[in-house]
């Protein structure tokens, strides 16, 4: 949380680096794709980052290899991961945030994001599973802040225990309770 003139606000820039996954697999351009979808499955994941030079030119993902290659019934050892890949490639600097990588994934509609550093070279990734996680740690922590403001309102209405109108109802454990109830429950 970060406090402001306005009063208290939640922080929400998360650096790239405290979510993206280290030391995707990539692969040279000129491999074949059988290589590839090896090594996608060694690595136990849906993509190659392809390489020329050491520089990000392109990415093989699933989808490519099933669509470009065994769709079309050719032969995975004959072709060459530089044919199928989709380019250029969209990557992200290293000093972005999750934000700024999760509008991009959006503007170019992408599952898949390099992540590189000054000097392009490929240092991590990011995924669209990477956004949920961050996304859903982020909707517990809200729903944790909600609810907890939610304890404090005064609210009137009908008592859910007893049945009794009162201007003095408070939400405890999903119930609006009127204060002689809270009372009885030594709660304040």
């Known amino acids: 949380m970060k406090k402001t003139n306005n009063g208290i ?14 030391n995707p697999t990539t692969i040279g351009s000129g491999a074949t794709v059988a290589k590839a979808a090896a090594t996608m499955c060694h690595d136990d994941v849906g993509s190659c980052i392809v390489l020329q030079r050491n520089l990000p030119i392109g990415i093989v993902t699933e989808q490519d290899i099933n669509c470009k ?60 599973r990477d956004l949920l996680t961050v996304s859903n740690e982020l909707n517990e922590l809200l729903a944790d802040l909600i609810e907890i403001n939610r304890e404090e309102v005064f609210e009137m209405g009908m008592c859910n225990r007893c049945s009794q109108m009162s201007d003095e109802l408070k939400r405890v454990d999903n119930m609006m309770l009127c204060a002689r109830c809270r009372e009885e429950d030594n709660i304040t």
């Open 9 to 22: 606000r939640f922080e929400t820039r998360v650096p790239l680096n405290e979510v993206m996954q280290r």
């Open 69 to 128: 290659v065994v769709a079309k019934d050719l032969k995975p050892g004959k072709v060459r991961v530089n044919e199928i890949m989709s380019t250029p490639l969209i990557t992200v600097r290293a000093d972005k945030t999750v934000g700024d990588a999760a509008h991009m994934m959006v503007k170019h509609r992408v599952r898949r994001l390099p992540v590189v550093d000054e000097e392009n070279k490929v240092i991590g990734i990011l995924t669209v």
